[in-house]
T-cell receptor, first 116, second 109 residues
């Protein structure tokens, strides 16, 4: 399967700051990347679908101005949580899929965000 | 109603036991079905896809009943290393993965 990395793996920040999370596809070109969020004991919830070179498609209820997604290359997508608040504390996970086989998603190791 | 529903557990079983998890989904147009495994504070990992004919991978057997919109996972001869949360996942007609809440399994010696 594909190798997907995320950076940082863990971040603690003060309320009001912005946090950038990187997702990299290390061994194939990912035309599509997905960003999920998971609260404790809850299911993964899709936040947005990121397509290389175009604007991300956000799920209902996800604020696009708060969660900025950039997918500038076929191997990198970034999620920026702007003006983070304690309620944004969560586990953020990205996944990638190949254009030729969208049936399989490969997940990154996740980023645990804690906003104080 | 949640699109994918699972009993959150926890299921506490002794080593060697057989354990079964169930899952129901609400969208009859769902196209693909999977079981993922998620260890504590880790990303989910694909365990197996689920087909209408049923499929087996070693100690794991998955079944899909499209008429009842029901998916199951059976684990035989449980190992300590099977302790994890098992996520029922459905791909909808838009290609998105919809995750269940997960069922927590704890296998004890």
């Amino acid at each position: 399967g594909a190798v997907v990395s995320q950076h940082p793996s863990r971040v603690i920040c003060k309320s009001g700051t912005s946090v950038k999370i990187e997702c990299r596809s290390l061994d194939f070109q990912a035309t599509t990347m997905f960003w999920y969020r998971q609260f404790p004991k809850k299911s993964l919830m899709l936040m947005a679908t990121s397509n290389e070179g175009s604007k991300a498609t956000y799920e209902q209820g996800v604020e696009k101005d708060k969660f900025l997604i950039n997918h500038a290359s076929l191997t990198l997508s970034t999620l920026t949580v702007t003006s983070a608040h304690p309620e944004d504390s969560s586990f953020y996970i990205c996944s990638v899929s190949e254009a030729r086989n969208t049936d399989t998603q490969y997940f990154g190791p996740g980023t645990r965000l804690t906003v104080l | 109603r949640k699109e994918v529903e699972q009993d959150p557990g926890p299921f506490n079983v002794p080593e060697g036991a057989t354990v079964a998890f169930n899952c129901t989904y609400s969208n009859s147009a769902s196209q693909s079905f999977f079981w993922y495994r998620q260890d504590c504070r880790k990303e989910p990992k694909l365990l197996m896809s689920v087909y209408s004919s049923g499929n087996e991978d070693g100690r794991f057997t998955a079944q899909l009943n499209r008429a009842s919109q029901y998916i199951s996972l059976l684990i035989r001869d449980s190992k300590l290393s099977d302790s994890a949360t098992y996520l029922c996942v459905v791909r909808n007609q838009g290609g998105k993965l919809i995750f269940g809440q997960g069922t927590e399994l704890s296998v004890k010696p």
